[in-house]
């Protein structure tokens, strides 16, 4: 898949995107948007998962490691930042596979971030590769 016009606010979600992640950086540095990149190489379980959420997405020292909290933390305006975010989640063949409810769950929480922010005009990606 191509990677999305990342300027495109109404366009924003989570897709898959299998491409290169210089090319996504490139792409949100030049949408002026943060980028954040999460790899799920090492997530076995639902405890690494939120180490590895934590660590990429630079989540606050006090974040609760569950879904309810990072859902709160996604639509932090302090954390967001002022323009909005590319999430590029990496590897995540292995995790998706061995935990389909827990993926299923953390797709929706993402999607509703998405949602949340482009309600609000700022745009907020996650590319899934």
């Known amino acids: 898949m191509k990677l999305p016009d990342l300027t495109q606010c109404e366009n924003a979600g989570v897709i898959e995107y299998h491409g290169h992640s210089d090319a996504v950086a ?22 690494s998962l939120f180490t590895a959420l934590a660590r990429g997405l630079k989540l606050p020292a006090h974040f609760g490691n ?3 909290a990072l859902a709160d933390s996604l639509e ?9 975010c590319v999430v590029n989640l990496r590897h995540v063949a292995h995790f998706r596979k061995d935990h389909p409810h827990d993926w299923e769950t953390l797709e929706e929480v993402l ?3 998405s949602a949340f922010w482009s ?8 590319l899934v590769g």
Do not use: I, S
């Not at 932090?76 to 909005?84: P, V």
């Open 76 to 84: 932090d305006r302090d954390w967001l930042g002022k323009t909005g």
């Open 26 to 47: 490139g792409a949100a540095t030049q949408a002026r948007l943060r980028y954040l990149e999460v790899d799920l190489t090492h997530a076995a379980d639902k405890a």
């Open 111 to 113: 999607a509703e971030a």
């Open 66 to 68: 569950n879904f309810d």
């Open 119 to 126: 309600e609000r005009h700022v745009p907020f990606w996650v």
